[in-house]
């Protein structure tokens, strides 16, 4: 049994509110998107409120910048959600939804299964990203690095 899990956030500066015309497309398939992620099997957790959305939580200054944290049994898990289907296709038209953010806009690192990152650690994982480039401690799909577990085996 794994004894670590695979955390991920990105952040997104949205082109308006949630509710205004442009994001409707986005909106719209949320929680769809959400649901697909939560029935998969390898699926462990998500940043959300009580409600079950996370684009009400407000992480940064800029109130237009959303945040999407997840947990994941393991790296290929994670990379099959967001590489495939109908994740895929929503992925393929974040350009509608969402303007170029300056610096790391995703991030992932390796988690002591059963725990839960916070938003803090996300956001180091990306400052570790913007002043470290790719680690065993912040990482991306293009440069990953295996579990701890694994580093030494």
Do not use: C
């Not at 200054?61 to 929503?90: C, F, P, R």
Request: hydrophobic share 40%.
């Amino acid at each position: 049994m794994a004894t670590f899990h695979l955390a991920q956030v990105n952040i997104a500066k949205a082109k308006g509110s949630m509710d205004s015309p442009v994001m409707k497309g986005f909106v719209d398939q949320l929680d769809y998107i959400n649901q697909l992620a939560e029935n998969s099997p390898v699926f462990v957790w998500r940043l959300q409120t009580e409600e079950g959305d996370a684009t009400d939580i407000s992480a940064f200054e800029d109130e237009l910048i959303i945040i999407n944290m997840s947990v994941w049994q393991t790296y290929d898990d994670l990379k099959q959600y967001v590489y495939s289907g109908e994740h895929l296709s929503a992925l393929k038209q974040k350009k509608d939804w969402f303007d170029k953010l300056e610096g790391s806009h995703l991030a992932l690192w390796w988690i002591p299964a059963g725990s839960i990152p916070t938003v803090e650690d996300a956001k180091q994982a990306l400052a570790l990203l913007d002043t470290q480039g790719p680690t065993e401690k912040s990482f991306t799909f293009a440069r990953p690095f295996p579990a701890p577990e694994l580093q030494s085996a």
